[in-house]
């Protein structure tokens, strides 16, 4: 019943930016949190960061931290992912996500989220 649709990535050089931008559409939508995860070929898909919908907490990978910054628009249901200072290995699929609403704490583990975006692919060259 919820869709999230992730817009924004492309290519760019090492040290550059981007902003991905998460637009959820639906009937009814009352996250606890929203959050971004990246999935790099071969790998695990990963945490990079989350937001508590209701106070704009915020929770970050050591990875990303103080690169990173994740907001949202609540009016808009829509959950950014301001990202500085890229580098080659943030290369990525970014995917947004959001729960069901009932969670009290932010969590960083991808199957407490129920919807996903398709995913945006980050590509960062050096």
């Known amino acids: 019943q919820v869709q999230l649709v992730e817009s924004g990535g492309g290519l760019v050089q090492a040290g550059g930016s981007l902003r991905l931008s998460c637009a959820a559409s639906g009937r009814t939508f009352n996250p606890y949190a929203m959050g971004w995860f990246r999935q790099a070929p071969g790998k695990e898909r990963e945490f990079v960061a989350v937001i508590r919908w209701s106070s704009g907490i915020t929770s970050y990978a050591d990875s990303v931290k103080g690169r990173f910054t994740i907001s949202r628009d609540s009016a808009k249901n829509t959950v950014y992912l301001q990202m500085n200072s890229l580098k080659p290995e943030d290369t990525a699929v970014y995917y947004c996500?959001?729960?069901?609403?009932?969670?009290?704490?932010?969590?960083?583990?991808?199957?407490?989220?129920?919807?996903w975006g398709q995913g945006t692919q980050v590509t960062v060259s050096s």
């Open positions: 996500a959001a729960d069901r609403g009932s969670r009290r704490y932010l969590t960083g583990t991808p199957s407490e989220y129920a919807y």
